[in-house]
């Protein structure tokens, strides 16, 4: 089942002395959080909009509405920033990691279930699905493996390459 809202990244610490918040992003490039103008906040999701953000580092500085001084910055150390699911659009065949998780994954020829994913290691050239079931399985993201992906009924259908498993 998909999530209304998807974590985005952590507030790690205070930057400056305006009120601007360093922010960890869970994002595939930290550039990617700062095209967004609001976000949510914390375990309500309070809805808090961004007046600018910038990147340093691999890290997102921001700097959002009502937050004026360190104090005030301080307050939001640790705290888990959200998006809201419509406010970015995927490509055809591009997914959130967090609507990967949990998946079941079956055999596109035998019905096998393999078992879930509990991971996905992002190493480069292509994403790698962890699945675990009776054993441990790692599975290419790659056309030629993953048949269809069904975020809906929250199940991947693969077809294994000869010898992957061996």
Known sequence: MKKEYL??????????????????????????????????LGKNK???YIE?????????????EGINTVED?????????????DDLELDE???????LIGMEVKDADSGFVYGKITDVLQNGANDVYVIKGDREYLVPAIPDVVISTDVES????????EGLFD
Do not use: W
């Open 7 to 40: 974590e985005a990244g952590k507030i790690v610490t205070t930057h400056g002395i305006r009120g601007e918040v360093k922010i960890m992003p869970y994002t595939d490039t930290p550039e990617l959080l700062c095209e967004f103008e609001r976000l949510f």
């Open 46 to 48: 309070d809805e808090v």
């Open 52 to 64: 600018r953000s910038r990147t340093a580092k691999n890290m997102v500085i921001a700097k959002l």
């Open 73 to 85: 910055a301080e307050k939001l150390r640790s705290k888990i920033l959200f998006m809201h699911r």
């Open 93 to 99: 065949n591009t997914f959130f990691i967090q609507d």
């Open 154 to 161: 929250d199940l991947m259908i693969i077809r294994p390459l």
